[in-house]
Each structure stands twice: as structure tokens, then as C-alpha cells.
């Protein structure tokens, strides 16, 4: 099964844009769907979008003006670009994948992005 | 977009006891061309990624302990943990996939009594 890490800085700035990259290894990325979904400090799960290994990506609506999804099967990873944030977009962000683009399995380990000044 | 609502917030039983957990959707997630109804459901351990546990709602994942059962149909869904054990201690999360956005209910917070 296919394994995931996310990876990207720690904390940005309010209005900036947040960049992160997930890596995938054991499998290929043809033939999946790869989504990035987050989750603020002790609260619940919210999809951000995902994207086919070759097709156009699929955004969730609230976050739709400020998002990009993009995927480098030549590297072996796909990417999140979040523009404008504030701090209410502090949250864990987990990449994850699936045969289809139903559910979700599996999921990186998730990476806690704070936006502060 | 569809709405998921779970209950309980959270509940506490004890080892060996029925968990039960409700997830009730704003929209009907049941496919009449294959009737099957569009819900997943997750675990998630503390400091841990949610991990699928249910797919078209009673799917049991692989490894998954047959402790657990998913069932319902149409906007209402239901999680049973059959005999709690310790490392079922978790949150519980319902998801639709019938229609995007992809939505989550608000989790429910399984403990021991």
C-alpha cells in the first residue's frame, strides 16, 4: 500500500500563501486520486479538494478562490497552494489518496501549519 | 452541500459494552442505480490520521475487526463497536461521497467508562 508524508513550513504568515508537498512512496501514483483535507487544533475533518493522477482537480467551494492542487507523477508528489491565509486556516493538513475519489485511504501522518505573524 | 450530523458528542462505555454512533445526512447519499448508499466511516486515534474503517456503509476495510459493523441506508447511518475493547478509544468520523463537496459529521468521541 502506498505511503504518504506531508512536508512544507510550520508557520505562515497572515496573507501569505502556504505551500505544502506531499511524497509518496510504495506504488504508483496512476490511477489514484490525491486529496489534501484539514483539520483545526481540536475540531473536525474538512476536504479541501482532490485531483486525479490526470485530471483536473476538484475544489471544495469554500476555499475554492484561494486553492490549488497539483500533481508531479514524475516526482512522485502532489501539492497544496493555499493563498490569503489567516489564522482561521491553522490546522493539521493531511494529504491522502484512494482508487476512487469516494473515500479516503490511506492518509500521511499530517502536518500542523500555524498562521501567525 | 450535504450536511452530516453525528450523535452522540461523545459517550463512555464500558470494556466490553455496545458503542453505538449515529450519522444522520441532509440529503439522501443512496444511489437507486446501484443501490448503494455513498458513506465511509473513520477512526481517529489521538495524534493520529483518521483511518477507514467503512466503506458504502457496511464495507468492512481490510483488517478492520469484525467487532465493528456499519449499517443504514438513505440519510441514516449507524456505527456499532460490538464488545469495546481499550484500543477502540477514538473519534469517529462519518463521510459522504455523494456528492461534492466531500463532507465529514462532527465526530464522536468514543472513551471507557
Known amino acids: 500500500q502506498v505511503q504518504l508524508q506531508e512536508s512544507g513550513p510550520g508557520l505562515v504568515k497572515p496573507s501569505e500563501t502556504l505551500s505544502l508537498r506531499c511524497t509518496v512512496s510504495g506504488g504508483s501514483m496512476n490511477n489514484h486520486y490525491w486529496s489534501w483535507i484539514r483539520q483545526p487544533p481540536g475540531k473536525g475533518l474538512e476536504w479541501i479538494g482532490s485531483?486525479?493522477?490526470?485530471?483536473?482537480?476538484n475544489y471544495n467551494p469554500s476555499l475554492k478562490s484561494r486553492v490549488t492542487i497539483s500533481v508531479d507523477t514524475s516526482k512522485n508528489q502532489f501539492s497544496l497552494r493555499l493563498s490569503s491565509v489567516t489564522a482561521a486556516d491553522t490546522a493539521v493538513y493531511y494529504c491522502a489518496t484512494g482508487l476512487t475519489s469516494l473515500w479516503l485511504d490511506p492518509w500521511g501522518q499530517g502536518t500542523l501549519v500555524t498562521v501567525s505573524s | 452541500d450535504i450536511v452530516m450530523t453525528q450523535s452522540p458528542d461523545s459517550l463512555a462505555v464500558s470494556l466490553g459494552e455496545r458503542a453505538t454512533i449515529n450519522c444522520k445526512s441532509s440529503?439522501?447519499?443512496?444511489?437507486?442505480?446501484?443501490?448503494?448508499?455513498?458513506l465511509a466511516w473513520y477512526q481517529q486515534k489521538l495524534g493520529q490520521p483518521p483511518k477507514l474503517l467503512f466503506y458504502?456503509?457496511?464495507f468492512r476495510e481490510f483488517g478492520v475487526p469484525d467487532r465493528f459493523s456499519g449499517s443504514g441506508s438513505g440519510t441514516d447511518f449507524t456505527l456499532t463497536i460490538s464488545s469495546l475493547q481499550a484500543e477502540d478509544v477514538a473519534v469517529y468520523y462519518c463521510?459522504?461521497?455523494?456528492?461534492?463537496?466531500?463532507?465529514f459529521g462532527g465526530g464522536t468521541k468514543v472513551e471507557i467508562k
Open positions: 485531483m486525479y493522477y490526470s485530471g483536473s482537480p
Open positions: 458504502w456503509a457496511s
Open positions: 440529503q439522501n447519499v443512496l444511489n437507486n442505480s446501484n443501490n448503494k448508499s455513498y
Open positions: 463521510q459522504q461521497y455523494s456528492s461534492s463537496p466531500l463532507t
